[in-house]
């Protein structure tokens, strides 16, 4: 039986190792970065016939500064708006007194591993872990593409056991690490 306690920052990494996993899955880049140009495509097209209308009309020179300066100001708070709203994500996600930021105890055997803690109770078979993913800090074992459950590095390495039979059971997995 070991304990530990899990905080804001292993959830923000283990956030950080779905994105790369996702990103790496069957031309999820491309067709991101493709829907982003089509989005974009319309915007840059209106910015040129704007641009036209007001060099035909110097009267609208002016209008043209005030023009490219609200967008230029809207695409600022388009990026200053997707970093807050993270922000706002991990507060609303996390919450002090959830089931994530508790003490928390992991028992492994043979079959498989139960987590427990005040708040939950759950049993993992070694078959259910389809990825096995390692960063300086935690362990990570997937169960689907975005669920893992987090294993802190100093709960295993402190019970040689523990290491032994972690290896031992995902073995057959390729560790990933992450940096």
Known sequence: ???????????????????????DSDGFRTKAFLASVATWIPFGIACIYIQRLFQNDQNLNGMLTQAVSCVVLWVILLFANTVYRQHLWLKVWIKEDGWFLREQVIIFSNNGFEMLSDASKAFYVWSAVIDHVEDDVNHYLFMDTSQAVIIPKQVITADEEALVQLKEKLGHLAVTKSS
């Open 1 to 23: 039986m070991r304990k530990f306690k899990l905080t804001r920052s292993d959830f923000q990494r283990l956030q950080k190792i779905i994105q790369k996993k996702i990103g």
